[in-house]
């Protein structure tokens, strides 16, 4: 399932696990208000209509959702994920019975209004550094279970994925660095740990200004350094000192108006946890037909 749906990156993430938990949580025991107004044996059909415009995501797990409720839906796509959408745009039309329609339509929007908010919004900043090297990536500032989902539609706008969480990169942070007793004993401490667990994990460093990138550079050993909460001019002098020896990463209050500036700058990647974190659901509807 999960490298079905999910192929550009991997994730342990459950997808059947999730969409059953969550209609779960929605049903109870029983659409009381279906069961009670639709008869059994109705059948229907509805549409997915765009009422917004942007880019969007959760088509393939829509379906996937609607085949989970009943097998028995028709559902037929016109517009794939990553696709640009206008008002007016029909994304899909689902067919059967109404009962199912109706159980399925709210996780439905509630899964692809989020995630093409997301997409949205990653698009907008990847087209904004179009020309330059730079590649947008998102953070773990995801919603708690949700985090397969929401970098799922960092994929489908068009950015990358950071590290997954915990488990597949060792970032050394501020406070990573304070509780180790410097940066140095951080670094030492990291790649004497790889060998110790005969792990292959990247090593990525935060430096909080040009003298921490400088000491990063003496000791080496790592393979990318985040300048994190760097200004334009700062981001240039660190750039000019890594001279190509490890990627680089920009992080740290980086928003639509200020993205274009720090990718000309000549960085690899740029983090911004807003674009799961902090973003505006698109407005889709599934309204019967």
Not at 145 to 159: D, Q, T, Y
Not at 223 to 239: G, H, Q, T
Not at 274 to 287: G, M, N, Q, V
């Amino acid at each position: 399932m999960s490298k079905k749906l999910l192929p550009e990156f991997k994730y342990n993430f459950n997808i059947q696990h999730f969409i059953k938990t969550a209609l779960a949580e929605d049903m109870g025991d029983g659409d009381h208000t279906s069961l009670a107004c639709i008869p059994n044996s109705a059948n229907g059909k509805a549409q997915l209509l765009v009422k917004e415009n942007g880019i969007i995501a959760g088509v393939d797990l829509a379906k996937e959702i609607f085949k989970t409720v009943d097998k028995s839906l028709k559902v037929s796509v016109f517009i794939k994920d990553g696709s640009k959408i206008k008002i007016g745009d029909v994304v899909l039309t689902v067919e059967g019975k109404s009962q199912s329609i109706l159980l399925a339509e709210r996780l439905v929007l509630n899964c692809m209004q989020r995630m093409s908010g997301i997409a949205t919004k990653t698009n907008k900043l990847v087209e904004l550094c179009k020309g330059t090297k730079a590649k947008v990536i998102d953070t773990r500032k995801t919603t708690p279970n949700l985090r397969g989902l929401e970098k799922w539609a960092v994929v489908i706008g068009g950015g990358a994925n950071h590290r997954i969480g915990l488990y597949d990169m060792i970032l050394i942070k501020d406070n990573h660095i304070d509780y180790a007793g410097g940066i140095k004993q951080a670094i030492i401490a990291a790649n004497n740990y790889l060998k110790t667990k005969n792990k292959k994990l990247k090593i990525e460093v935060e430096a909080r200004n040009l003298n921490e990138v400088k000491q990063i550079l003496e000791i080496g050993k790592v393979n990318r350094i985040m300048l994190d909460n760097f200004s334009i001019n700062e981001i240039k002098n660190a750039v000019k000192l890594i001279n190509r020896k490890y990627e680089i990463e920009a992080s740290g209050g980086i928003t639509e108006q200020s993205i274009r500036s720090y990718a000309k700058c000549g960085v690899d990647f740029i983090s911004v946890g807003a674009i799961t974190h902090h973003i505006k659901s698109l407005d889709l509807s599934l309204k019967a037909v």
